[in-house]
């Protein structure tokens, strides 16, 4: 049953949404993955270049479906360069030799298979390499090996696996459904070796990829999206519990990663090329839908630019987003503090790339928002444990009434957003609106255990209710503001900043008032102390990082080779 | 196994369980007050204006027993079910009542507001002695919401005759008026100081 599925998702992926599967597929194999071409088809016909296990370089093009011989005419000339150039990657050497494959999901039918054996006899004589194939049945088979004991055997997993496979994709992801399916798996992981380890996260990955996959091929950019930062935040929680040391666990995060980027940089794409944010399923009733869609997608485009500049990218399309967000803003609709996090990145992203007054525009909007829910009776905002989908549905009377919350009276993000304020030393403002802040009852959850900041919902940890006291300090507020107790930040984060917005995207409801003053210290830039730094194993840095995935890949690759020599 | 209908079950003890947890509230003391649901954790912690906290575990949640037996199930069908919900309704509304006394009464000893009546009859000076003990509550147009007072159902006769046939310029209702707008005055003065200081 589970070979089945996995060959009915092999057989309707396609050669840019396998790709990243494909390459965790090769770490699982204990393949180092040097590059792999993020922008269509790659340099000199190389999607992805890699060492195998014993240090020679092969090098691959991926094709979707089967190979007819009209399609082998067509490609013959970017599997020629494949073959006939050498490799042109940052550390290695272009006189290296390699090993080249051509990787279809597909079958090579008919004339095709005669048509391919001469051109590859013809190449090998020529001096080429000779050009290895692997079709459907050999991709399958590792695949299989590759995910290992990470499909959900259990029946209740299963389940919920299956369900996730054959969901309406062009959904919202069901999220809690889906981390709870991973966070189940890695619990079983049984890993005595660096190596079994390193296999394990990345049979994770592929099992994730079954699912995310999904969403991209339905173009939901933003249900993809999700899907790898839950895989990614998995990941990166297993790596806060077990204190993972960078090489085992960083091929397969960055593999994440470039899946991620693929799907916001598409986003973004079909954002530009749109005139509207409206979605033509059930049309009529979109008009329910459009302010929630609105806030989220503002969101990610925030997030995505927060992520590209933590790693060091400059991004040359803010104009264009920006255009796009002042022809939408009279749309947005929050639903509650699950909006917090767009909020709060949109917020930043304002402040960098017009000026801080827009940043503080939307951070005022916010605390508005929050204290005009609450005044003369009203009921209140819902909670950032709330989704849109569960708001929506609550608003109009799609749920049951035993459903009901009570919000009045307390807020969850009101002195986060104040404490950006502060920072930001709004004080005539603050001094405004705290008589009426003061007068609601402040939650924030913290978890146990930091590695449970990962997890979608926690067990063990403290909900803290503070009832305000009437008179604030602002110089103790400005005091308190500018530290972070770094013991109270995942380390996994502290070290892999370019997750964070992500992250908070999606765990909306983590996004509690010390991530909150992380981000803002980060996105927003401002100078906070970083306390108990000396715990972070890693450089306690603040500010973006210099290093893109492809060159850090390359960089790894050739200190490993140096390694190996020595 | 014999035929089940395990997708309609599962509503309908999600609808019971709601029965259940409404009863239970409108049952006890607890249906005047306001909830708050919290999604996770095991603990909340409170903490109060002076700074000083409480914490309140999960660790030992209420909880009510209920049975139907195949008799009742087989004589009243689906009316077995309801009255068991009752009865738990019921159960879990008495459990409700009695910790929430035990949690204000352990409060009200920590900072010392309690007035001992010492065996004395019930009176309007004893309910002004507790209004002295306690801040008051108004509303934004500065009307006094009083306290709600818990207590056995005979002593409530007593206590409302008490009310009821106390005359408005008695000195014990003019000594509750003087409280009243004494406290009101302190309410002022602390929502006066809802404000950001150096």
Partial sequence: MQEKLVEHWLTNVNELTYQVPFCEVLVAMGYDVIHVSTHGRGEHGKDIVARNPKGRLQTFQLKGGDITLSEWRSIRGEVEELVQLPVRVPGISESEPHTPFLVTNGEIRGDAIESIVRYRTRWSKDGSPRLRIISRRTLLRHFLNAQGSFMPTELVEFRRFVELFVADFTDRLPREKFAGLLEELVRSMHTNTPRRTQRALAGLSIVAGYIAEQYERASNHIGAAEAWTICACVLLGEVERQSLAAELYKPVL???????????????????????????????????????????????????????????????DNAKVIRVMKREAGGIMFAGEIDWPSMLLLATYLERVMDSREGEAVLERWVRLILGANQGGQEGLPSPYWTHERVIEWTHGMLPPRDAENFAGHTYTLLSALDMLVRRMRRQYVAHCWPEASRLQQCDFKPDELSAYFQWSVDKGEVTTTISPREASWSKWREGTARIDANQIPKALLRHPEWLAPYLMTYPHRANRTMSALADALFGRRAVELLNVKSVNSSPTMHSTSVTPATDLAKRGAAKRRRSKE | ????????????????????????????????????????????????????????????????????????MRKDGPDASIRAVRRAGDALAEAMSKRMMETISEAAESVGNVVAADGKPFSLDLYADGLETMDLSFDASGNWTPPTLLMHPDLAARAHAAFESEPSDSPASQRIKAIISRKLEEHRAREARRTLVD
């Fill in chain 2, 1 to 72: 196994m014999l035929p089940d209908f395990p997708g309609i079950k599962r509503v309908l003890m999600e609808q019971m369980a709601h029965a259940i947890q409404t009863r239970a509230a409108s049952g006890s003391l607890l249906n005047s007050v306001k909830t708050h649901r919290l999604h996770e954790g095991d603990r909340n912690v409170v903490v109060r204006e002076d700074g000083s906290r409480q914490v309140i575990s999960f660790n030992s949640p209420l909880s009510a027993e209920v049975s139907v037996s195949m008799s009742e």
């Fill in chain 1, 254 to 316: 960055d593999l994440v990663g470039l899946a991620l980027d693929r799907n916001l940089r598409a986003l973004k794409q079909e954002m530009f090329a749109k005139p509207h944010f409206g979605e033509p399923k059930f049309g009529l009733a979109d008009s329910f839908v459009y302010g929630a869609r609105t806030s989220i997608t503002f969101g990610w485009l925030a997030a995505d630019a927060h992520r590209q500049w933590q790693l060091g990218n400059h991004l040359a």
